[in-house]
């Protein structure tokens, strides 16, 4: 079995978290975090940012690790999610029109009414659900290491 490291974010400014419209064909018009997979030589923290940029045009500034989500696919495929809460800087650039359709920030109680149909996967749902609670971590629970 493969294991998959993936990287989400979950984006907040003024009591509003960031939602994305997925354009994949699979998932076309579902609401997700901004998120995706770790490249070849990239640090998680680097993926972070990195999607954050992607899919939502912001840059962000870390503020804590919601959590590890640890799982399992259907079809096999083991993958670990770092989930990160941050926040936006300035003001937002182009975001990856190909894998993103739009963006838009949710009120909490629009988020607790948003169908789950609505959304990518029960994961996304399991996301919001911590972030209405505000789970985190401080992100220096993350110890970037290079061997020498």
Same mark, same amino acid.
């Given at each position: 079995?493969?294991?998959?490291?993936?990287?989400?974010?979950?984006?907040?400014?003024?009591?509003?978290?960031?939602?994305?419209?997925?354009?994949?064909?699979?998932?076309?018009?579902?609401?997700?975090?901004?998120?995706?997979?770790?490249?070849?030589? #990239?640090?998680? %923290?680097?993926?972070? =940012?990195?999607? @954050?940029?992607? !899919?939502?045009?912001?840059?962000? $500034?870390?503020?804590?690790?919601?959590?590890?989500?640890?799982?399992?696919?259907?079809?096999?495929?083991?993958?670990?999610?770092?989930?990160?809460?941050?926040?936006?800087?300035?003001?937002?650039?182009?975001?990856? #029109?190909?894998? %993103?359709?739009?963006? =838009?920030?949710? @009120?909490?109680? !629009?988020?607790?009414?948003?169908? $789950?149909?609505?959304?990518?996967?029960?994961?996304?749902?399991?996301?919001?659900?911590?972030?209405?609670?505000?789970?985190?971590?401080?992100?220096?629970?993350?110890?970037?290491?290079?061997?020498?």
């Amino acid at each position: 079995m493969s294991t998959v490291i993936t990287c989400a974010l979950m984006l907040e400014h003024d009591g509003k978290l960031l939602l994305v419209q997925e354009a994949a064909k699979e998932v076309y018009g579902k609401w997700n975090q901004p998120a995706g997979h770790l490249e070849a030589g #990239e640090t998680i %923290i680097d993926c972070a =940012r990195r999607e @954050a940029r992607e !899919e939502s045009g912001y840059e962000i $500034d870390l503020i804590g690790l919601q959590a590890i989500y640890d799982y399992t696919t259907s079809v096999g495929r083991h993958i670990v999610n770092f989930c990160f809460r941050a926040r936006p800087i300035g003001e937002p650039g182009p975001i990856a #029109e190909q894998e %993103i359709l739009t963006t =838009r920030w949710f @009120a909490p109680d !629009e988020l607790r009414q948003l169908p $789950d149909g609505q959304l990518r996967h029960a994961l996304t749902r399991r996301r919001i659900n911590d972030w209405l609670t505000g789970k985190s971590v401080p992100l220096d629970v993350l110890v970037e290491w290079s061997m020498p």
